[in-house]
């Protein structure tokens, strides 16, 4: 199934007394591209969600924002180090004794000085913390995807009906192209007839600078090729894996064979034709950067 590279979802949970979000915002990249942005005491949660989402999204520039928040006090301890306060109200008395500065010392202000007072949280089972956060950007996930794939149908559809008209304005070409060979030849055979009179005109001459024209304008080989480009287009449209980069591929052939065509057409109707093609060609070139 198409999707595009742009995508968005966000999940939020009640587990064990944390509230746990994860949301999910992506844009155009030429490869994956990852990025998480998680509490910092739980960094180790960067490479566990790169891993994670990799198996589900091949391209796009992935931002993935993680919020851990604790409904309930984690169990902490508060630490006092009495051999540094005592130390530090040594300190100051001796300074203001020194300097005979007159002042109260309590306990408030050697609280203040750092070290004395330490919390001290237990270690988070990382397993667990993992898991639950899993449980819950699984569900982000599942939603950013979908809403890839919503938009990817919509682009498959852009895309295809723009082939569609590449290939009515083909078929103009292919019909078009012998009638300016008739039109040449007989051109030809008027010219020749207002210089030459009465005196015969040399058919077997004619037949062949007509013969060289044609073969000089024959645009049936890259017609031919232009539609299987498009046949394979199609195909890559129903394809299960990622075919961005292989679009960009096929588009680029598409756009030398209409290159081709408008480098060999005498025919201003023709040339228009081409002008349209490239056009075509050129809004689906910018509708696939955005699929994966």
Partial sequence: MIKSMTGYGRAESIIDGMCISVEYKSVNHR????????????????????????????????DCFV???HLDDPQTEILVNHSLAQGYLK?????????????????????????????????????????DVKAVAETALESFVEMRKTEGERLKADVLSRAELILDYVGFVEERSPETVREYNRKLIERMQELLG??????????????????????????????????QLREFMEAKEAIGRKLDFLVQEINREANTIGSKAQDVEIAKRVIAIKAEVEKIREQIQNIE
């Fill in 198 to 231: 009465e005196t015969p005109v040399d058919e077997a001459r004619l037949l062949n600078e007509a013969a060289v024209y044609a073969d000089k304008i024959a645009v049936a080989e890259e017609t031919v090729r232009l539609r299987s480009h498009i046949d």
């Fill in 31 to 62: 490869y994956f591209e990852f990025n998480a942005k998680v509490p910092r005491i739980y960094g180790f949660l960067e490479e566990k969600l790169k891993a994670f989402t990799n198996a589900a999204v091949s391209r796009g520039k992935v």
């Fill in 91 to 131: 300190a100051v008395r001796e300074i203001a004794d020194r300097l005979g500065i007159d002042g109260e010392i309590n306990a408030a202000l050697i609280s203040r000085y750092p070290d004395v007072i330490t919390l001290h949280k237990e270690a988070d089972d990382e397993e667990k913390i993992w898991n």
């Fill in 67 to 69: 919020s851990i928040d």
